[in-house]
C-alpha cells in the first residue's frame, strides 16, 4: 500500500480539506516583509482587516457572524434546549444595597424585589437538578449574563452543578458577564436582534422577573413569536403578578380589540420558583 493511502486510512475519519487554510494565510501575510505595499490598508486579507470589518458596508456580515459563531458553539458543546430567565440588572440579591436607586423610593421598591433574586436563582436551580437527566444537554439555563436577575439565574444554576449561559450585550453599563456563567458559553453581542433569536431559538420555557425597557422588549418578542405562531408556544411565565399587571393592562389590549382575548392565556402568573417549575412540569407532562 503506498505512503498516501496510508495516511488517507489512516485519516479516514477526518474531512478532506485540499484548499489551505486561512489562518496559516493570515500570519504568513503578517510575516511578510514591510514595504509600502504590504503596509497599505488595501493589501490586507480581508477576513483579518478589522476596518474593513467593521465599516458600515459591512453590517449585514457582521450580522450573520453573530448569529453563527454563538450557533456553532453552542451545537458543538450539544445544547439541545433551554430555559430562558428575563429579568431586571438593578434587582439586588438579598442584603445588598441597591446600585441604582435614585431616590429612596426607588431604594425601597428596588429592595423589596430582591425577594425575586432568590426565586429566580432557586428556580434556575430546579432547571439545572432536571437537566442533570438529560446529561445537561437539555433545559439548559441562560440569561442576558449580567447583574441583578440574570446573576441569580446563572448562580442558581452553577449551584445545582449545571452549564449555564450568558448572553451579554455591549452596553455603557452592566455589561461585564457575571461570574457564575459557565465561561465557554458566555457570549457577547452587538446586535439587540441576534441576541434575541438566540435566546429563542432553543427555549423551552421563558420565565420573566420585574425589569424595565430590556425585559419588556425580551417578553414581548417572545409573546408576539408565540401569538402569531411563528415559534411553538411553550410556558411563559411571569413572576410577581403585582407587579405586571400595574404596568400592563392586559385585559385593557384585549376589551379594545388589539388582541384577542385568548392571547392573555399566553401568560402564566407565579410568585415563587416551586409555582413556576410546576407549570414546566404540567405543560410538559412530565
Known sequence: MSKRRQEARGQQDKVWEPLKDSTADKHAAAAQPKTPQTQSPSYRLAFADEEFLCSKELRPVRLQLELAKTEMILSEKGIASTVVLFGGARIPAPGQKPWAAHNETQHNNLQAASVYYDEARKF???????????????????????????????????????????????????????????????????????????????????????????????????????????????????????????????????????????????????????????????????
Open 124 to 286: 434556575a436551580a430546579l432547571c439545572g437538578e432536571y437537566s442533570a437527566k438529560f446529561d445537561h444537554k437539555e433545559f439548559v439555563v441562560v440569561t442576558g449574563g449580567g447583574p441583578g436577575v440574570m446573576e441569580a439565574g446563572n448562580r442558581g444554576a452553577t449551584e445545582a452543578g449545571a452549564p449555564t449561559i450568558g448572553l451579554n450585550i455591549m452596553l455603557p453599563h452592566e455589561q461585564a458577564p457575571n461570574p457564575y456563567v459557565t465561561p465557554e458559553l458566555s457570549f457577547n453581542f452587538h446586535y439587540f436582534a441576534i441576541r434575541k433569536m438566540h435566546f429563542m431559538m432553543r427555549a423551552k420555557a421563558v420565565a420573566v422577573f420585574p425589569g424595565g425597557f430590556g425585559t419588556l422588549d425580551e417578553m414581548f418578542e417572545a409573546l408576539t413569536l408565540i401569538q402569531t405562531k411563528r415559534m411553538e408556544r411553550i410556558p411563559l411565565i411571569l413572576f410577581a403578578e403585582k407587579f405586571w399587571r400595574s404596568i400592563i393592562n392586559f385585559e385593557a389590549l384585549a376589551d379594545f380589540g388589539t388582541i384577542a382575548p385568548e392571547d392573555i392565556e399566553l401568560i402564566n402568573f407565579v410568585e415563587t420558583a416551586d409555582e413556576a417549575w410546576k407549570v414546566i412540569q404540567e405543560f410538559y407532562e412530565d
